[in-house]
C-alpha cells in the first residue's frame, strides 16, 4: 500500500499533468479513457474517500466543459482533485457511479446543470431539475442568462406543470393532514403491514440557484453572505468554507487572531446544531420534556452567538482575508462563564436522557449501516463516525486554528441511531474543551491579511468540518473581481442516500428517528408518503404526524 | 350582529390563536428554528395559548418564512385557502418579504410572499430573532381582533 505523498505523487504523475494549487492540494489531469481506473484507486486501494464530483462551463477559457472529482485521502492528509476535460461536441465522459455509489447524486447534478452524459451511469435521471424542465436548458452553463431563463419559463408555465404531474403520480391523502407543504425531502416508503420494505427519495424542493447568482450577480467578498445563507442552522462553516476556498486560490495568509475566532464561532455553531439535532430526536420519539430541556440549555449557546457576532444566526463575520469584528477580553470572560455552565448542565441533562430505557430501546440497534455500506456511499461527519470510519477535516486536513488544539475524535462501529446520538454526544463536550482551550489561547494581532487580491483563473478548495460532516467548497476566480465557479457541497447531500439503506426492513414507526438520525436539515418538516404493498393504498404524511402514531 | 357563539370564538381566537408555520421552500432553515425556539422554553408562547397546529385548517395565523419557489407556489396558495376566515398572514425574513441576497429573478424562484397571498404583517431581519417573531403574532392578534369586531 502506498503511504508516503511522494509515492503517491509519482502515481499521479503517470496519469497525467499534476499541478499543486495549494498547500497538499493536486490537480491531476487526465483523459476520460483512464477517470475510472485512478478513481477506483482513490477511494478503494488508497483508503480515500470520494468527496464530490463539480461540473464547470469553461468554454470561455479554454474550450472544453470540466469535471472534477474530488477525494480526500485521510491518512496521507492529501486532497487530490481529478479533472478531465469534456468534448463541448459529444458531452460524454465514463460514469464512475459503477465503483463507487457515492457518486450517483453527483454526476446527475452536473447532468441536469451541464449536459454531460456519464456513460454506464445506472440511473441519469434529472435530480434537481423538476421532470418537465425544458430539454437542452442548462442553467449553469455561461451562455445561459438569468433574466433570459426566467422569461423563457415564464412562457412555459414550468412550476404549474410539476404541480398537475404529482397529482397524478400520488393519490391525493386521505384525513385531514395537508400533505402539500415544504419538502426539502420526500421520502416514499413502500410498507408491508408495518415493516419498511423499500424507499425512495424526492428532494430538492428547496432549491435557490445559489450558484447561478453567485457566478453571475455577486463580487467575490459578496458571496460569503450568500454562502452563509445556504443553510441557517450551520451557515457560518459554508462562510469559512468558502472564503478558505478564495484565500487558498489568492494564497491570502490569514492572521492568526482571524483563525481563532473563525474556530471560536464554528465550535458554538456546532454546540448549538448538536443541541438542536437531540432537541428533534427527542421529539420525534415523544419525548417532549427532552425536546425543550435541550432547547433551553442551546439558548445559552444562542445568546453567546449574539453576544460574540451580533446576530443569534448568521453571523456575518468573515470576509476574504479574515474576521470583521473583534473579540474582546470582557466577552472572552463571560463566554467562559456560559461555557462552564452549559457543560454542566448538559453533561446533569444528557446523562440522564441517553441512559433512559424509552429513548435506548428506540435507538439501539435501528437504522443500521454498516461500514461497507458507509464506504460505497461516501458518507461523512457523526453519520460515518458511528459506522467506524475515523473522518474529520479538523483533524486530517487542519483549516483555521485547529492544528493547534486538543482534542479526539469520536468513533463508534455499532452504526445504529444510538451511536449516532453518542457521537454527537461525545462531540459537544469536545467541542466545548476546544472552546475553552481558543478562548484563553487567543493571540493578539490583526484581524484581516493586508493586501487581498485576487488573481484569476486559480482553483482553490476549501474544506470543514460542518455539525453534519465535511463540507467542501470548490472555487474557481474569475476576472472583474468575481467567482467563475462555485461549487458548495454541504455534507447532507452525501448522508441522505444512506437513509434509503437504513430503513430497508425497519419498522414504519422509526422512520422519523432514523431519517432524523443523519441530522438533515429539519426534519420535523419533512414529509413520507407511505405506501401499503398489499392494498397499494398511497398516504402522505408529515414525519410528526408518523411520531405521534398517525 | 355577533352572537352569543360568535362572541365566544372570538374571544377563544383572541386568547389562544393557533398558527400554521409554512416554510415556502426558497429559505435557510434559519427562520423556522427561530419560530421553533419561540415555542421553547425561554420564550414559551404557549402560556399566551398560541400553538402550533398541525394543519392549516385548524390554524388561525400562517406564519411564512422563506420566499416562494415554482416547487411551492400551487401549494401555497392551496394553504392559505385551507386557513378558515378570519386569517392573519405573518411573513418572517427577509426572504419572505424581499427576497434577500437570493433576488426573486433567479431561476427556481417565483416571488416574494406578498405576490401571492395577501400579508398583514412583516417581520424583517435574517433572522428575526424570536421575540421580532412573537411581536409579529401578537400584531396579527390585533388584526383579528379588528377584523372580528368590523364583521
Known amino acids: 500500500m502506498l503511504t508516503s505523498i511522494t509515492e503517491i505523487l509519482n502515481l499521479l504523475k503517470k496519469y497525467g499533468k499534476v499541478e499543486k494549487i495549494h498547500k497538499d492540494t493536486y490537480v491531476v489531469e487526465i483523459s476520460p479513457g483512464k477517470v475510472r481506473e485512478l478513481c477506483e484507486i482513490l477511494h478503494w486501494k488508497l483508503n480515500g474517500h470520494f468527496s464530490v464530483t463539480v461540473g464547470s462551463d469553461e468554454r470561455p477559457v479554454n474550450g472544453y466543459f470540466g469535471v472534477y472529482h474530488v477525494f480526500l485521502l485521510d491518512k496521507q492528509k492529501l486532497s487530490v482533485i481529478v479533472h478531465v476535460k469534456v468534448n463541448p461536441v459529444t458531452l460524454k465522459i465514463p460514469s464512475i457511479t459503477p465503483i463507487i455509489p457515492g457518486a450517483n447524486w453527483h454526476e446527475r447534478e452536473a447532468h441536469d446543470f451541464f449536459g454531460i452524459f456519464f456513460e454506464e451511469h445506472p440511473n441519469l435521471e434529472r435530480l434537481i431539475l423538476p421532470y418537465d424542465w425544458p430539454e437542452g436548458i442548462h442553467p449553469l452553463r455561461k451562455d445561459v442568462n438569468v433574466r433570459e431563463l426566467r422569461y423563457k419559463l415564464l412562457k412555459k408555465e414550468t412550476g404549474l406543470v410539476v404541480e398537475k404531474k404529482a397529482e397524478e403520480e400520488y393519490i391525493v391523502p386521505i384525513g385531514p393532514y395537508h400533505p402539500a407543504l415544504h419538502e426539502p425531502e420526500y421520502f416514499e416508503l413502500y410498507v408491508e403491514g408495518e415493516k419498511i420494505v423499500d424507499a425512495r427519495y424526492k428532494g430538492f424542493h428547496v432549491h435557490r440557484g445559489i450558484e447561478k447568482v453567485a457566478e453571475e450577480r455577486l463580487t467575490i467578498n459578496q458571496v460569503p453572505f450568500i454562502a452563509e445563507r445556504i443553510c441557517g442552522i450551520c451557515g457560518y462553516t459554508h462562510n469559512v468554507a468558502y472564503c478558505q476556498a478564495v484565500e487558498n486560490a489568492a494564497r491570502i495568509d490569514v492572521p492568526l487572531r482571524a483563525k481563532y475566532i473563525r474556530s471560536i464561532l464554528l465550535e458554538i455553531e456546532r454546540v448549538h446544531s448538536h443541541l438542536l439535532w437531540f432537541g428533534v430526536l427527542f421529539h420525534l420519539l415523544g419525548f417532549d420534556t427532552g425536546f425543550m430541556m435541550t432547547w433551553l440549555v442551546r439558548e445559552k449557546i444562542m445568546d453567546l452567538a449574539e453576544i460574540l457576532t451580533g446576530n443569534r444566526k448568521n453571523y456575518g463575520m468573515n470576509l476574504v482575508g479574515g474576521v470583521r469584528r473583534d473579540i474582546n477580553e470582557e466577552k472572552i470572560k463571560l463566554s467562559l462563564e456560559t461555557l462552564d455552565y452549559v457543560e454542566y448542565k448538559l453533561r446533569k441533562i444528557l446523562d440522564k436522557m441517553l441512559k433512559l430505557k424509552e429513548i435506548t430501546s428506540r435507538t439501539k440497534e435501528i437504522g443500521l449501516l454498516s461500514r461497507e455500506e458507509a464506504r460505497k456511499l461516501s458518507v461523512v461527519g457523526p453519520v460515518a463516525r458511528a459506522s467506524g470510519i475515523s473522518t474529520d477535516v479538523r483533524r486530517y486536513h487542519p483549516y483555521a486554528a485547529y492544528s493547534e488544539l486538543e482534542f479526539k475524535v469520536p468513533v463508534y462501529d455499532a452504526g445504529d441511531v444510538y451511536s449516532r446520538a453518542l457521537v454527537r454526544y461525545d462531540e459537544i463536550f469536545e467541542s466545548i474543551s476546544m472552546l475553552k482551550q481558543l478562548l484563553k489561547n487567543i493571540p493578539k494581532g490583526d484581524l484581516t491579511a493586508e493586501n487581498v487580491k485576487v488573481p484569476e483563473y486559480r482553483k482553490g478548495l476549501g474544506l470543514t468540518e460542518a455539525p453534519r460532516g465535511e463540507n467542501v467548497h470548490l472555487v474557481i476566480t474569475g476576472r472583474e473581481n468575481k467567482v467563475y465557479r462555485w461549487r458548495p457541497r454541504a455534507p447532507s447531500y452525501n448522508n441522505v442516500p444512506s437513509t434509503l439503506v437504513m430503513l430497508k426492513g425497519e419498522k414504519l414507526a422509526d422512520a422519523p428517528a432514523i431519517i432524523a438520525s443523519i441530522d438533515p436539515c429539519f426534519s420535523c418538516t419533512d414529509h413520507v408518503v407511505v405506501i401499503d404493498v398489499r392494498t397499494n393504498v398511497k398516504q402522505v404524511l408529515r414525519l410528526k404526524e408518523i411520531a405521534r402514531g398517525k | ?151
Open chain 2, 1 to 151: 350582529m355577533c352572537g352569543l357563539l360568535c362572541k365566544l370564538a372570538a374571544w377563544a381566537r383572541k386568547k389562544s390563536p393557533w398558527i400554521f408555520h409554512l416554510p415556502a421552500g426558497g429559505l435557510c432553515n434559519g427562520c423556522d428554528i427561530e419560530i421553533v425556539a419561540a415555542l421553547t422554553p425561554r420564550y414559551d408562547v404557549e402560556r399566551f395559548g398560541i400553538l402550533l397546529a398541525p394543519s392549516p385548517k385548524h390554524a388561525d395565523i400562517l406564519v411564512v418564512a422563506g420566499q416562494v419557489t415554482k416547487h411551492t407556489k400551487e401549494r401555497l396558495l392551496r394553504v392559505y385557502q385551507q386557513v378558515p376566515e378570519p386569517k392573519a398572514v405573518v411573513a418572517v425574513g427577509s426572504c419572505a418579504i424581499s427576497g434577500n441576497v437570493f433576488g426573486t429573478e433567479n431561476y427556481p424562484l417565483a416571488g416574494t410572499v406578498d405576490q401571492f397571498i395577501p400579508v398583514d404583517v412583516y417581520v424583517p431581519g435574517c433572522p428575526p430573532k424570536p421575540e421580532a417573531i412573537i411581536l409579529g403574532i401578537v400584531e396579527a392578534i390585533k388584526k383579528l381582533e379588528g377584523e372580528t369586531r368590523k364583521s
